[in-house]
C-alpha cells in the first residue's frame, strides 16, 4: 500500500507564498502586489486551480490591461476635446470608459475570453498601476502595461502552487526490475 506524503498546511502555505509577494514592490520592479492578490483570489471563485480555469484568467487578463491601456492614452490624447475645465475632461472620460467597457463586453462574446471578471480584474489592476506610480518605469502607461500583466499571470500560478504544495502526492514507484 502507498502512503502519501502529508501535505504542507494551506494557512502557512499561502501565507508564505502572500508574503513572498511583498518581494515584488522592491526595485526595481516597483510592482503593486494588488494585481497578484487580485488574479489569485478569483480562482477559488470559479472552481479552484485547474488548468482551464487558471488559461481563462491569463486569456483574459492582459486583454483588460489592454483596454485599461487604452482608456488612459486615449485619455491623454483626447481629454481636452470637449474643453479644458474639469466638467469636460470628466465627460470626455466617460465617454472613453463606456467605448471601452463596450469593447471588452463584445470582447467577451469570443469563446476564449468570456471569462469577463478576468477582463475587469486586468482593466482595474492596470487603472491602478498606472495611476498610482507603480511597475519599472513609473508613469510610463506600458512598463505599467508590461507590469501589470507581469504580475495578473502570477496569481493564478500562486493558487495554482498553493494547490499543489497543500495536496498529498503519492510517492513515486521505484522501477520495477525487469528479470532476464
Not at 502557512?12 to 510592482?31: D, E, G, K, S, Y
Not at 474643453?83 to 472620460?93: E, K, P
Request: hydrophobic share 55%; net charge positive.
Amino acid at each position: 500500500m502507498l502512503t502519501l506524503i502529508r501535505r504542507v498546511p494551506q494557512e502557512l502555505t499561502i501565507a508564505l507564498l502572500a508574503a513572498l509577494t511583498a518581494l515584488f514592490t522592491l526595485a526595481p520592479l516597483n510592482f503593486g502586489p494588488w494585481a497578484i492578490f487580485l488574479s489569485w483570489a478569483p480562482i477559488y471563485l470559479i472552481g479552484g486551480p485547474t488548468r482551464e480555469n487558471i488559461t481563462s484568467f491569463w486569456r483574459t487578463l492582459p486583454v483588460g490591461a489592454a483596454c485599461g491601456l487604452a482608456v488612459l492614452v486615449l485619455f491623454q490624447h483626447y481629454g481636452t476635446v470637449l474643453g479644458s475645465s474639469t466638467a469636460a475632461g470628466a465627460a470626455m472620460l466617460v465617454v472613453i470608459c463606456f467605448v471601452m467597457t463596450t469593447v471588452m463586453m463584445y470582447l467577451g462574446r469570443i469563446p476564449a475570453l468570456t471569462l469577463l471578471p478576468g477582463m475587469f480584474i486586468g482593466f482595474a489592476s492596470y487603472l491602478a498601476t498606472a495611476l498610482g506610480g507603480f511597475g519599472f518605469d513609473p508613469g510610463n502607461p506600458y512598463a505599467a502595461f508590461v507590469s501589470v500583466v507581469v504580475m495578473s499571470l502570477l496569481g493564478p500560478a500562486l493558487a495554482w502552487l498553493a494547490g499543489y504544495l497543500t495536496t498529498p502526492h503519492a510517492p513515486s514507484k521505484p522501477p520495477v526490475p525487469v528479470r532476464t
